[in-house]
């Protein structure tokens, strides 16, 4: 079955320390996404890719990093920059333009700084 | 900048009809999505709005106006398992979604 794949699914960090968070798909989708979700809040976007070795910053890039070598796979580096990183953070996939179906999305990694 | 306003929370009855809506203000507009996120999970695609009108899909409904940057989301015959947040989203330029910050819907029986 296709679908999109994120790990762990539970991640614990020191402060000052660099965490990747990975997400894979097998959907054939051409565009990639990575929101962070805070209690209660919607979802922000952080840096988002619609073709393979092309990504642009979202809203909230400051702290984190990506690459997209692969089609299916765009992981994000959650780096010691991030004052903040403690959330929820959701990764997505849509065909490029991302209408008619949406986005699918993840199973989430739950961060929290420790 | 972007700007989409939903209410925080609502409640409503079992078997009932409820209706959350969204406001939009944004930079481009290529549709108007509405996913539903039970508690610490991922969120699910319900409802996709391009053109103004009402689309329809079971028990769920969804209602666009472009002109009055206004949607709303339309559940009926509700259950206890609808019990979730209500995210709208709005597709803007190159497939980026921008999403309010969700309405918490209670069912209660």
């Known amino acids: 079955d296709g679908g999109i794949t994120q790990s762990p699914k539970y991640l614990f960090r020191k402060e000052g320390q660099n965490v990747t968070l990975s997400c894979e798909q097998n959907?054939?989708?051409?565009?990639m996404y990575w929101y962070r979700q805070d209690p209660g809040q919607g979802l922000r976007l952080i840096y988002y890719?619609?073709?393979?070795?092309?990504?642009q910053k979202g809203d909230i890039a400051e702290g984190y990093s990506v690459s997209r070598e692969k089609k299916e796979s765009f992981p994000l580096t959650v780096t010691s920059a991030q004052k903040n990183p403690t959330a929820f953070y959701l990764c997505?996939?849509?065909?490029?333009?991302?209408?008619?179906?949406?986005?699918?999305f993840g199973s989430g990694t739950r961060l929290t700084v420790v | 900048g972007q700007n989409i306003d939903q209410p925080t929370e609502m409640t409503a009855t079992e078997g009932a009809i409820v209706q959350i809506n969204c406001t939009y203000q944004?930079?481009?507009?290529?549709?108007l999505f509405w996913y539903q996120q039970h508690a610490g999970e991922a969120p699910t695609f319900l409802s996709y709005n391009v053109l103004d009108g009402l689309e329809e899909k079971g028990r769920f409904s969804s209602f666009l106006s472009r002109s009055k940057g206004y949607s709303y989301l339309l559940l009926k015959e509700l259950q206890m398992k609808d019990s979730a947040s209500y995210l709208c989203?709005?597709?803007?330029?190159?497939?980026?979604?921008?999403f309010g910050d969700g309405t918490t819907l209670t069912v209660k029986p």
């Open positions: 959907l054939n989708h051409d565009a």
């Open positions: 890719s619609q073709i393979v070795n092309d990504f």
């Open positions: 997505a996939s849509s065909t490029r333009d991302g209408v008619n179906y949406g986005y699918t």
């Open positions: 944004t930079s481009g507009f290529n549709g």
């Open positions: 989203a709005v597709n803007t330029n190159a497939g980026k979604s921008t």
